[in-house]
């Protein structure tokens, strides 16, 4: 069975940073890409961060630009988003997603996998 489980969401100070984590099973890790995304209430799901099987090439929402940071450790399965420097507009269901190749890293209904989300709740 295919697993994708986030963790690391909770409530925050504006200014304040988050660790999210997102541990994968039932598929083969390190040939996916894996992507971060995001949606708040009212608002459409939106592209967050995405990285390839290897780490070096990333891709980063102009959004969080500067502020978050996607990596990945294959030998765990783990992909990880650190944000620093959260807003109150940062406040959001993330959710992790995984899919086979490396094009299409910021279209989420190209992505095959996805987690349950994990809610990050920043106060002003």
């Known amino acids: 069975q295919v697993q994708l489980v986030e963790s690391g969401g909770g409530l925050v100070q504006a200014g304040g940073s988050l660790r999210l984590s997102c541990a994968a099973s039932?598929?083969?890790?390190?040939?996916?890409?894996m992507g971060w995304f995001r949606q708040a209430p009212g608002k459409e799901r939106e592209f967050v961060s995405s990285?390839?099987?290897?780490?070096?090439?990333?891709y980063i929402a102009d959004s969080v630009k500067g502020r978050f940071t996607i990596s990945r450790d294959n030998a765990k399965n783990t992909v990880y988003l650190q944000m620093n420097s959260l807003k109150p507009e940062d406040t959001a269901v993330y959710y992790c997603?995984?899919?086979?190749?490396?094009?299409?890293?910021?279209?989420?209904?190209?992505?095959?996998?996805w987690g349950q989300g994990t809610q990050v709740t920043v106060s002003s």
């Open positions: 039932g598929f083969t890790f390190s040939t996916y890409t």
């Open positions: 997603a995984a899919k086979r190749g490396t094009t299409g890293w910021g279209i989420s209904s190209l992505y095959d996998y």
């Open positions: 990285n390839r099987w290897t780490g070096d090439s990333t």
